[in-house]
């Protein structure tokens, strides 16, 4: 069975509300895929159909080339976290594996075995009560671990951990995709998964915006611009407009250059004696990219806020 | 991505089955962590305990003539006991002649009158208004010996019932309709073969239909075989709003044989009162005979005591008389039943547990079951405590304790924590329906525990009865320890522990509603989203 998970045309609809609107994509092996997408893309309604908690209106969800309700002991195929807080709160950490794990036939051994992974043993036997959010993010994905699957998916996984917790997050993640798992991550914030994900699917209004690898994704938003540091703004933005370039002013000694590659912007200000200290490639943030993605599909936007986000994209894109 | 066409999967069908076991084992681990069920479960059954003992520990005191007071124990008052094990009336006049070996009596009941108080108030000098209880009766009698609570076969006429075969006290069988008169008297007739008793009946003295044969075993070699009258008192039950209440006062019957025969017997007639007083019977004069013509008055009855007022004002328990208290258990078991999983809806929990077994209806099934075994084994031990350390206090204080067969008695207590059970299937049902505590415990309370106690304490017999047969509360019909008797008039209300409906009818009313939401809770859990 190959380990994807598969999601094919979901249309699912919540009264007037629209969730999902043909969402495509595959979750590949070997590597920890960023779901992202603002609040309400239907990130989370994708995961529930994936798990036959919600029945799609149209469109498929196969996991392992089969629907999820046709696996026996189906942690051991997918592993989920949906839902931190979804927890008995007078039921110990133990207690609440143990159900979990004696619902797929697992023994016992293996709650101890997951609670280690997580870091949870010292709380085990604590009431899931006094969790902090943090911890109750490392139950869920103990839980998940359980039936040691080759799929795993992980809703907002990063929400309510301290930097301690996103780095131990960051690198657990990545360890799960390197033993050739596939990982499905979700998230709002397209910062915690920079440095986590391989490859990403950008969501907005119940649909993919975006389906792509990271580097590719870093590259189309970064364009071919070149970013050049200088005190001699005036005379740099004469020498280079008459080369053809378009240029941006971004800071009192900072310029913007598209239309010219790096090494040609080095030759031109040479030849014309113009002093700069820097010249690099420009980068984009991959939340500079994300925004640019979703700007168009931002369902919940605060009037004035928004208008701002929208008018710094632009500013940023030029 | 391909463009495979697949058919849309619905939530929580077709899923793959895991086992069982696996899914048992994990709903008992979900209920036993959570230290608040397991804690009001015991309070629960604690509940039970408590209602139980505290309901049956009645004081008892009695006077004596020699003016001292006696409570408990000593107050008990003796109790004549039948062939078969029951407490029994045995409160008649008889004339009669011994008869040995095999033989016969005949005689003709030409006429069946009665007398009963015209008040409320007992006493020697009441008025008497002239008129018959429904369950008057005259007639001829084969009994073993004068001993009051000895087996017997009689052919009688009543007040309102026709003619009957009865025998042994609780053995009753129906012969030919009306009331005795001269113009349409009633031929009754009695065989005795060996242990065997055979009646006839007959309106004209040659046409014979035989009513019924019993077996009365221990039969001796001589019976005294002769004619008979008694009757109950008269029965005014008020079943109002807030429980019914009883009055009565003794009456006396009269019946009038000609045509008599017997064979086998010798030609003196005695007369006699059997007396056990427990029939609150009055004194009546001596039968006699002039000529062909037999007089006989009497007063009392010849029948099983029922437990609850009207059994001859014993006070009394059955074996069921301590689980008064189940309703209270129910209470507790139901809202423990709905949030087993009305907690896993407010919380979230509900997706895991179905992402982790998409087969909806198994979790359900495994839930139910988890919910039943653990409330039918806390239920049948506190049964089982509560009506062993009743009962003792009961008959320690002087109450009456009816005998009970181990049949009943198993029946009662295992019926009253299968009854809990149910009851929390039902909650859980419920509750996965509505996916809320409050209104699933309000419901199952409406639907269960109400109708139960509205028939207990507060509503007419009518209006009881029919709650107890429509609603699921009928199942506490298998509580119902002392039998009813057709053949005693008296106040067979729920509140004196006798239900509308028979005891595996009404748990089986109960098992429907139970099985009839479970199904809808069912088909709601596979198509409604997670």
């Known amino acids: 069975m190959q380990a994807t998970i598969e999601v094919t045309g979901l249309r699912k609809r919540f ?23 603002p609040n309400g893309a239907g990130k989370s309604t994708t995961m529930r159909v994936v798990l036959g908690l919600d029945a799609p209106d149209e469109g498929t969800a196969l ?46 051994r293996r709650v101890d075995e997951v609670l280690g992974q997580v870091g949870l043993t010292s709380v085990a036997r604590r009431r899931a009560a006094g969790f902090s959010l943090g911890m109750r993010q490392r139950l869920g994905i103990a839980g998940a671990l ?95 407009a008459q080369a053809g370039a378009a240029v941006t002013v971004t800071d009192d000694d900072a310029l913007m250059i598209s239309g010219l590659a790096a090494e040609r912007v080095v030759g031109l200000l040479s030849a014309a004696a113009v002093p700069f200290s820097e010249v690099s490639a420009h980068r984009a943030s991959l939340e500079q990219a994300y925004l640019e993605l979703t700007s168009e599909s931002v369902e919940f936007r605060g009037e004035r806020a928004g208008a701002g986000q929208a008018a710094a994209t632009k500013e940023a894109a030029r | 991505m391909s463009a495979r066409t697949i058919a849309r999967p619905e939530p929580g069908q077709r899923a793959a089955a895991d086992r069982f076991g696996d899914l048992l084992r994990a709903e008992w681990t979900k209920f036993r962590t959570v230290r608040g069920w397991l804690i009001a479960m015991v309070i629960g ?90 369950w008057s009766k005259a007639g001829i009698i084969i009994k073993n010996g004068l001993k009051p609570g000895s087996a017997y076969a009689a052919m009688l006429a009543t007040g309102a019932h026709g003619v009957r075969m009865q025998y042994n006290f609780t053995g009753d069988l129906a012969g030919l309709p009306g009331r005795p008169t001269a113009a349409a008297p009633r031929w009754l007739r009695l065989t005795r073969h060996g242990d065997t008793v055979t009646g006839y009946d007959s309106a004209d003295g040659r046409h014979w239909v035989q009513v019924g044969s019993v077996v009365l075993a221990g039969l001796h070699g001589t019976v005294q075989a002769g004619m008979f009258a008694t009757t109950p008192g008269h029965d005014v039950i008020n079943t109002g ?17 000609d045509k008599v025969s017997l064979t086998g017997a010798g030609p003196t007639w005695s007369t006699a009162t059997v007396a056990n007083r427990m029939g609150g019977g009055m004194p009546t004069p001596q039968p006699t005979k002039a000529g062909g013509t037999f ?61 982790a077994s998409p087969d909806r209806g198994r979790v359900l099934a495994a839930k139910a079951v988890v919910i039943a075994a653990v409330t039918f084994v806390a239920g049948l031990i506190a049964g089982t ?39 929390a299937v039902l909650a859980l049902a419920i509750a996965t329906m509505v996916r809320r505590s409050a209104a699933a415990i309000a419901t199952v309370i409406v639907a269960v525990v109400l109708p139960y106690f509205l028939a ?12 107890l047969r429509l609603t699921p509360a009928a199942g506490f019909a298998i509580q119902q320890a002392a039998p009813q008797y057709y053949q005693v008039s008296g106040q067979y209300a729920p509140a004196s522990g006798y239900y509308p409906l028979a005891p595996w009818a009404g748990f089986a009313v109960l098992c429907l509603y139970a099985a009839v939401a479970c199904f809808f809770a069912v088909r709601l859990l596979r198509r409604r989203d997670a």
């Open chain 2, 385 to 423: 405590v509560t009506v062993i350390i009743g009962l003792r206090a009961s008959a320690a204080s002087g109450v009456y304790v009816f005998p009970y067969t181990w049949p009943t008695a198993v029946r009662v207590v295992a019926g009253t924590a299968a009854l809990l059970a149910v009851g």
């Open chain 2, 295 to 355: 007089t006989v008055t009497g007063s009392g009855d010849i029948a099983p005591v029922i437990a609850g007022p009207g059994g001859g004002g014993l006070p009394s328990a059955t074996v069921s008389t301590h689980l008064i208290g189940a309703f209270a258990a129910l209470l507790v078991v139901v809202v423990v039943a709905a949030m087993f999983i009305t907690t896993e809806y407010r919380r979230g929990l509900i997706r895991l547990t179905f992402a």
């Open chain 2, 456 to 467: 207990v304490a507060i509503l007419p017999l009518g209006a009881a009865n029919w709650l």
């Open chain 1, 146 to 240: 359980l039936g040691q699957p080759r799929m795993l998916m992980f809703d907002e996984p990063f929400n309510g951990m301290d930097p301690e917790g996103i780095v131990w997050m960051r690198g657990f993640l990545r360890s799960l995709a390197s033993e050739g798992r596939a990982v499905l991550v979700s998230s709002h914030l397209m910062s915690e998964l920079q440095d986590t994900a391989d490859h990403l699917v950008v969501v907005g209004r119940g649909k993919v915006v975006a389906d792509t690898s990271m580097a590719e994704l870093l590259a189309a938003a970064s364009g071919d611009r070149v970013v050049l540091r200088t005190t001699a703004r005036p005379a740099a933005m004469t020498v280079l």
């Open chain 2, 45 to 134: 059954m604690l509940l039970m305990v408590a209602f139980g003992l505290l309901g049956g520990s009645a004081n008892i005191a009695c006077g004596t003539p020699g003016g001292k007071t006696l409570t408990g124990k000593a107050c008990e008052p003796p109790v004549t006991l039948g062939p078969g094990g029951e407490p029994v009336t045995d409160d008649f006049s008889v004339i009669y002649q011994p008869l040995t070996g095999n033989g016969s009596i005949t005689a003709r009941l030409i006429s069946l009158t009665g007398k009963y108080p015209s008040t409320s108030q007992a006493g020697p000098n009441v008025p008497m208004t002239s008129g018959l209880q429904p």
């Open chain 1, 63 to 108: 996991v392992g080339g089969t629907p999820y309700q046709s696996l026996r002991r189906p942690f051991t195929h997918l592993g989920a976290l949906l839902d931190a807080g979804a927890l008995q709160p007078g039921r110990s950490a133990r207690n609440h594996l143990l159900w979990l794990a004696q619902s797929q036939g697992l023994p016992a």
């Open chain 2, 241 to 257: 709003f807030g429980g019914g209440s009883f009055q009565g006062g003794p009456a006396e019957a009269t019946g009038v044989f």
């Open chain 1, 15 to 37: 009264g007037p509300t629209l969730a999902l609107d043909g969402m495509s994509f595959t979750v590949q092996p070997g590597q920890v895929t960023g779901f992202v997408g």
